[in-house]
């Protein structure tokens, strides 16, 4: 009872933001797991230029769906921000390889601090199957330590993580300073958060295998791309932030 009166405290108060590129696959079971929930005030999509039938899959559920013309990952996700008005956000991926039930962890802990990030790192909650290998575990690690280092963090293990919690409030303070629109978005995100003092913690999550196939980190070079595009934006923002004190 205790449980059900401190869920209450979330529900219909916290939007889900879903970034959708040819997700037609999976995006409508997605949806219908984490509307079967029933924590959200509203399952925001993202349809990010989709060529397959991903919109259509999209309207077969309740989810609120917005098409974002301007390609890119950080694109999607900036604009669900700004399209949500809840005073929570979630943000996930749309091809299962997070699990729902999961978002309670993250309201657990948004009692305590301004945002929650997860982390697919940690070995024991990475399925079968999951798009985890070694280079990429240890490159997440590898770069979130780096980040964490240079901007005095709170504790990371997974700098490309997109299953994440925020209090809106958080977001408000930097939605303006945004600006990275594509696959390197995430450091960004946290960098910036780290730097208007909101109170962090990162948890583990299941990791699962993947409905269709990554549009991202399809291969080693394409994950060594976009970990290297991670590194610069880390060291420009931290010159930019650090050095010359600019936003």
């Known amino acids: 009872m205790e449980y059900e009166n401190y869920l209450n405290k979330f529900r219909n108060k916290i939007d889900l933001i879903l970034p959708a590129y040819n997700e037609e696959g999976s995006i409508k079971k997605c949806i219908n797991e984490f509307e079967s929930l029933k924590i959200f005030k509203n399952i925001i999509v993202i349809d ?21 013309k301007k390609q890119g990952y950080g694109a999607s996700i900036i604009r669900g921000f700004k399209e949500s008005k809840a005073d929570y956000i979630v ?6 390889t997070f699990s729902h039930k999961d978002v309670f962890k993250f309201l657990i802990y948004l009692n305590d601090f301004d945002c929650v990030f997860g982390t697919r790192t940690s070995k024991s909650m990475i399925g079968l199957g999951a798009k ?4 990429l575990r240890y490159g ?12 005095q963090g709170p504790s990371l293990t997974d700098v490309g993580c997109s299953f994440k919690a925020f209090k809106k409030d958080s977001i408000k303070k930097i939605i303006n300073d945004l600006y990275v629109t ?15 003092k909101n109170k962090i913690i990162e948890i583990p999550v299941f990791y699962l295998k993947r409905k269709g196939y990554s549009k991202i980190t399809y291969n080693f070079y394409s994950s060594f791309r976009v970990a290297i595009n991670m590194i610069k934006l880390i060291i420009f923002l931290f010159i930019k932030i650090k050095i010359f004190n600019l936003k």
């Open 140 to 151: 997440n690690i590898f770069v979130a330590k780096f980040l964490e280092y240079l901007f």
């Open 182 to 196: 594509s696959s390197h978005f995430q450091p960004e995100l946290m960098i910036k958060l780290i730097q208007r």
């Open 91 to 96: 943000t996930c991926e749309p091809d299962l």
């Open 132 to 135: 985890m290998s070694r280079y």
């Open 48 to 68: 990010n230029n989709s060529s397959d039938n991903t919109y259509d899959e999209i309207k077969k559920t309740n989810a609120i769906c917005f098409k974002e």
